[in-house]
DNA sequence: TCCATACTTGCCATATTTGACAAGTCAAGA
DNA sequence: TCTTGACTTGTCAAATATGGCAAGTATGGA
């Protein structure tokens, strides 16, 4: 489920031709692209703030992400 | 943002006839009516494995409850 | 081959969620 | 009023997310 959430992420982030790089520089608050890395591999259980932070860099709405 | 996604919570399983401690019931990993009413008054920013575990006890896709 | 870019992963310190329990609030009804 | 059920809030310990940095992998191009 973690693992379908990350990849629902990559999917937009690469449909909208982003980097991680890039997806961190439209972030406001602080956000590291080791972060980035690890909840689009599954490998973190993010917390809903985080996810909203990306929804809003992906400029999509936050339940797009949670479409599993 | 973490309030309007619990009151997101508390609209669906008021709307399911379920209080805290019914929805707690459904949930197979444990959980606490502590934490659903942190949730659902939005004091903590709560992680997707825990909103999905209680999007599956209100039998609604997560992506339902993260509708902001 | 060498280099650059993109991404992954390990480690650390800090902050915060979570589960647990206890105590408190609030409203409805006997 | 008293009781009961539903919910909220405080505190604590343990687990873990996050930010940060460094090092490693992978791919494509000069």
């Known amino acids: ?5 990350g990849e629902n992420i ?6 909208k031709g ?3 790089v890039d997806l961190v520089g439209k972030i406001e608050a ?3 692209t080791t972060n980035i ?3 689009e591999k599954g490998r973190t ?11 809003e860099a992906l400029e999509v709405p936050l339940s797009d ?3 599993l």
């Open 1 to 5: 489920m973690l693992k379908a959430l």
């Open 10 to 15: 990559k999917k937009i982030r690469l449909e």
């Open 18 to 20: 982003l980097t991680q």
């Open 30 to 32: 602080r956000i590291d």
């Open 37 to 39: 890395s690890r909840i």
């Open 45 to 55: 259980n993010a917390t809903i703030h985080t996810l909203y932070r990306i929804s």
């Open 65 to 67: 992400i949670c479409k």
